[in-house]
C-alpha cells in the first residue's frame, strides 16, 4: 500500500539534506538556492519497529522485512505559488498526491545559508506554505462550486452533498483556517478525501535544528512546539546535519555519535514514527522459519483488507485468521508454545485488526 508523506517548506530550511538523510541516498540536490530541487524525490524508507527483530529472533527467521514508508521531497514554495510564482503550480499538484504533509521549518542561524525571506522565523514561514495551501485550494473550490450549485438547485442530491462539503470548507478559508479543521461527519469522510484538498491533509511540525539544539530545542524550535500544540500537532525536533552525518556511520559509529550528543535515538526514527502515526496506520506481523514480515494497514482495517494486503487472493478467499498478539508471542516463547497456552485466536471476517498482531491467514485459493 502506497502511504506517502510530503516534505514541504521554504527554500533552504534543510528539506532536502533531510530527505537525503531519510532515504540514505544523495538523490535530492542540497544546494544553497531555491528550486534546487525540480521534480520531486520519492525514497521509501523502513519504519523502524525493534518489535520485528524479536519476533525474528525467537521464530529463528531466516529473512527480516520491515514495513515502509514513502516520503516525497517536493521542491521549495515561495510566497506567491499558489500564483504559479517560482515554480507554484508544478509543486502544489505534486502536494496533492501525498496522504499526509510534513512542514519542515527552518530553526537555525547560519549567514552562509540565505534564506528566502531574509530573516530566521518558522512559525512566519509556517504561515507563508500554509497560505499558499488555503490559497490553491480556494482558488480550486471556487470554480468547481458554481456547476455544482446550479445542479444542486434541481434537486440532484449527489450535488447536494458537495456543495455543502465544499462550503464546509470554502467557511474556513475565507476565515484564513484550513481545511483540515472541518468537522466532518463518519459518513462524509470519503466524499471529503474526493475533494483532494491541499490543506485537509493531517500536518506534522518539523523544527530543523543546528547541532547544538539538537537534543534540548531553541527559542525558534519554541515557537514551532506551541504551535503544534496550538493545533492539536505533533512536533519533531530534529537536526537535519547530523542525520546526514548518522547515515554515514556504522551501527557502531552510530551509537556513539549518538551518546556523544546525548540522543537516545536518530531523530529520523522519530520523524518516521511520528509520520506513521499522523497517517493513522498500525502494523501487523507474519512470522515463521523462513522470514519474519511486518505489513502495513490504517487503523480500524478488518482481517481480510489485512489479508489482501499481502496478495488480493488472500482477501477474496479469506476463511479466518489465527492471531496471537506479540506479547503473548514474546513472553510465552512463539507460536507453539502461544498456541498451548491457548493464546492463539481465531478470527473471522469482522475482526479489526491491532497493531502488533500476528498472523496466519488462512483461505480457499
Not at 518539523?206 to 514551532?224: I, Q
Not at 487503523?299 to 489482501?308: D, I, L, M, S
Request: hydrophobic content about 40%; overall charge negative.
Amino acid at each position: 500500500m502506497g502511504f506517502k508523506c510530503g516534505i514541504v517548506g521554504l527554500p533552504n530550511v534543510g528539506k532536502s539534506t533531510l530527505f537525503n538523510a531519510l532515504t540514505q541516498t544523495a538523490a535530492a540536490q542540497a544546494a544553497n538556492y531555491p528550486f534546487c530541487t525540480i521534480e520531486p524525490n520519492v525514497g521509501e524508507v523502513a519504519v523502524p519497529d525493534p518489535r520485528l527483530f524479536k519476533l525474528a529472533a525467537s521464530a529463528k527467521s531466516a529473512n527480516v522485512v520491515p514495513t515502509r514508508l514513502t516520503f516525497v521531497d517536493i521542491a521549495g514554495l515561495v510566497r506567491g505559488a499558489s500564483k504559479g510564482e517560482g515554480l507554484g503550480n508544478q509543486f502544489l499538484a505534486h502536494i496533492r498526491e501525498v496522504d499526509a504533509i510534513a512542514y519542515v521549518l527552518r530553526c537555525f542561524e547560519d549567514d552562509d545559508i540565505t534564506h528566502v525571506e531574509g530573516k530566521i522565523d518558522p512559525t512566519a514561514d509556517a504561515d507563508t506554505v500554509e497560505t499558499e495551501l488555503m490559497l490553491a485550494d480556494l482558488e480550486s473550490l471556487e470554480k468547481r462550486i458554481s456547476p455544482l450549485e446550479k445542479r444542486a438547485a434541481t434537486g440532484d442530491k449527489e450535488a447536494k452533498l458537495q456543495v455543502a462539503l465544499m462550503q464546509k470548507a470554502l467557511d474556513l478559508l475565507r476565515d484564513g483556517k484550513p481545511a483540515r479543521q472541518a468537522d466532518i461527519d463518519k459518513e462524509e469522510i470519503s466524499d471529503w478525501k474526493a475533494l483532494n484538498l491541499l490543506t485537509s491533509k493531517p500536518v506534522l511540525f518539523v523544527a530543523n535544528v543546528d547541532e547544538g539544539a539538537a537534543t534540548t530545542g531553541n527559542a525558534y524550535s519554541k515557537t514551532v512546539e506551541e504551535r503544534a500544540k496550538a493545533e492539536g500537532a505533533k512536533c519533531v525536533i530534529i537536526s537535519a546535519q547530523i542525520e546526514s552525518e548518522l547515515v554515514v556511520l556504522d551501527a557502531e559509529e552510530r551509537d556513539e555519535y549518538l551518546k556523544e550528543l546525548g540522543l537516545e535515538e536518530p531523530g529520523l526514527d522519530r520523524l518516521i514514527n511520528e509520520g506513521y502515526e499522523l497517517l493513522h496506520l498500525i502494523t501487523y506481523f507474519t512470522c515463521g522459519p523462513k522470514e519474519t514480515r511486518a505489513w502495513t494497514v490504517r487503523e480500524g482495517t478488518k482481517a481480510p483488507q489485512a489479508a489482501g494486503v499481502i496478495h488480493t487472493d488472500f482477501e477474496r478467499g479469506f476463511i479466518r485468521a489465527e492471531t496471537i498478539a506479540y506479547d503473548d508471542h514474546i513472553s510465552l516463547g512463539g507460536e507453539v508454545a502461544a498456541k498451548e497456552a491457548g493464546k492463539m485466536r481465531l478470527e473471522g471476517k469482522e475482526y479489526v485488526v491491532h497493531d502488533g498482531d500476528v498472523m496466519l491467514f488462512r483461505f480457499n485459493a
